[in-house]
């Protein structure tokens, strides 16, 4: 059964990058027809999208936070990484990890998320 | 962007009522559309995708319709469990876009 887990630091201060890895087991990161991505939920807020990459290295991103943000791949470690630059208060949230299946159009499975607040 | 337009933003209802929420896309997404259910304090579960095909393991309760613009997920007989929030996602193009949600609370 696929896995995924986020990690990386909690705490990040404005202006600073954030940065992420998810660790991907049970399966491998070099599936055509999958892609590899991160949504973000602010607090009591909406699931926004950031951006999706397979194993070649091909990505997708928000157009709100397209020139901020970059996702890679690493599959000799079966994991993929996002860093989102010049932090803010508003980037505070829920980061999830998550497969996306490009026949379906869909994200699963999904991590556990981590929150990553954004304070001085 | 495709903007993804959930209607309602909440709605109370009892168990076993039929609850259907909308979804509408400012352009056309063919069957491009998946359903997700959130409850409190969990990760956000995939139901439905391309518009109409149920997840594996979710209750037949559960159903999706729709293409082009409009879009809707209906529970038949709402369950205890179901009691949470629900959005849409398109898949038509980039950038993926989701709707605001909606949450389904007890009455």
């Known amino acids: 059964q696929l896995q995924l887990q986020e990690s990386g630091p909690g705490l990040v201060k404005p202006s600073e990058t954030l940065a992420l890895t998810c660790s991907v087991s049970?399966?491998?990161?070099?599936?055509?027809?999958?892609?590899w991505g991160w949504i973000r939920q602010p607090p009591g807020k909406a699931l926004e999208w950031i951006g999706i990459i397979d194993y070649s290295g091909t990505t997708y991103y928000s157009a709100s936070l397209t020139s901020r943000v970059s996702i890679s791949v690493d599959v000799s470690k079966n994991q993929f990484s996002v860093r989102l630059h010049s932090v803010i208060v508003a980037d505070t949230a829920i980061y999830y990890c998550?497969?996306?299946?490009?026949?379906?159009?869909?994200?699963?499975?999904w991590g556990r998320g981590t929150l990553v607040a954004v304070s001085s | 962007d495709i903007q993804m337009t959930q209607s309602p933003s909440s709605v109370s209802a009892s168990v076993g009522d039929r609850v259907t929420i909308t979804c509408r896309a400012s352009?056309?997404?063919?069957?491009?559309l998946a359903w997700y259910q959130q409850k409190p304090g969990e990760v956000p579960k995939l139901l439905i995708y391309?518009?109409?095909r149920l997840q594996s393991g979710v209750p037949s309760r559960f159903s999706g319709s729709g293409s082009g613009t409009d879009f809707t997920l209906t529970i038949s007989s709402l369950q205890p469990e179901d009691f949470a929030t629900y959005y849409c996602q398109q898949a038509n193009s980039f950038p993926l876009t989701f709707g605001g949600g909606t949450r389904v609370e007890i009455k």
């Open positions: 391309v518009s109409s």
């Open positions: 998550v497969q996306w299946s490009a026949s379906q159009g869909s994200f699963d499975p």
């Open positions: 049970g399966g491998s990161i070099s599936r055509s027809d999958y892609y």
């Open positions: 352009q056309i997404i063919s069957s491009f």
